[in-house]
């Protein structure tokens, strides 16, 4: 398994500032991935985390809004950018490695109140 | 593409009772399937998971599902709620061929356990 460390865990923003949430994993990691899940709702992948390179989006994400990072194998960044109240979510980082059978371990999560 | 679909957003058995959630999938390859627990205020957590071994799979706190390809199902069940079975339960469904790790969740379903 792998334990996962998120910062900061709780913050309430104003409109219009950006902040970066920090994702910390105890050991290296094949895949990091972060997710959204909006009040009352799913999970929805925002992109994936690749290391040394531009990340993945999926559809209906921009790197503008969502600049993401990851520079090793056990850290990765996600800045939500000109946040608006539609941006008040938990945000979850993910990992996984290789060779696990494909399960993805969670943070316990960044929940991010906008004002 | 994958999907997931869990069929009722709200569960309500009483204390002792069975527990049976529902959720089918859709993938073009075999898949990978999950469950995942979120407890109020908390994050995720990995209940058990299916990788292609045996269909019928345990999991932790008694929980266990079963793998039906011809149903496209993976039921979650327990045989008796406890009042700390209160919480969001997710299905999640990853692509074990050129997919990779990325997971596609469902909506979840509440659980609610009455004394």
């Known amino acids: 398994s792998a334990v996962i460390s998120q910062k900061p865990s709780r913050d309430i923003c104003q409109r219009g500032t950006s902040l970066t949430i920090q994702c910390q994993v105890d050991?290296?990691?094949?895949?990091m991935f972060w997710y959204r899940q909006q009040p009352g709702q799913s999970l929805t992948l925002i992109a994936t985390a690749n290391q040394g390179s531009e990340a993945t989006y999926e559809s209906g994400f921009v790197i503008d809004k969502f600049p993401i990072s990851r520079p090793n194998l056990t850290f990765s960044t996600l800045t939500v950018s000109n946040m608006s109240p539609e941006d008040s979510s938990i945000y979850l980082c993910?990992?996984?490695?290789?060779?696990?059978?494909?399960?993805?371990?969670f943070g316990e999560g960044s929940w991010l109140t906008v004002v | 593409a994958q999907s997931v679909t869990q069929l009722g957003s709200h569960v309500s058995v009483s204390e002792g009772a069975l527990v049976l959630l529902r959720c089918n999938y859709s993938?073009?390859?075999?898949?990978?399937l999950f469950w995942y627990v979120q407890y109020p205020n908390q994050g995720l957590q990995l209940l058990l998971k299916y990788t292609s071994a045996a269909t019928l799979v345990k999991g932790i706190n008694g929980f266990e599902a079963e793998f039906k390809k011809s149903e496209t199902s993976f039921h979650l069940t327990k045989p008796s709620a406890h009042m700390s079975d209160a919480a969001e339960y997710f299905c999640?469904?990853?692509?074990?061929?050129?997919?990779?790790?990325?997971?596609?969740f469902g909506a979840g379903t509440r659980l609610f356990v009455k004394a």
């Open positions: 993938s073009s390859v075999p898949p990978y």
């Open positions: 999640a469904v990853s692509d074990a061929g050129g997919g990779g790790f990325k997971t596609i």
């Open positions: 050991s290296q990691v094949t895949m």
């Open positions: 993910s990992a996984a490695r290789q060779g696990s059978g494909n399960t993805i371990y």
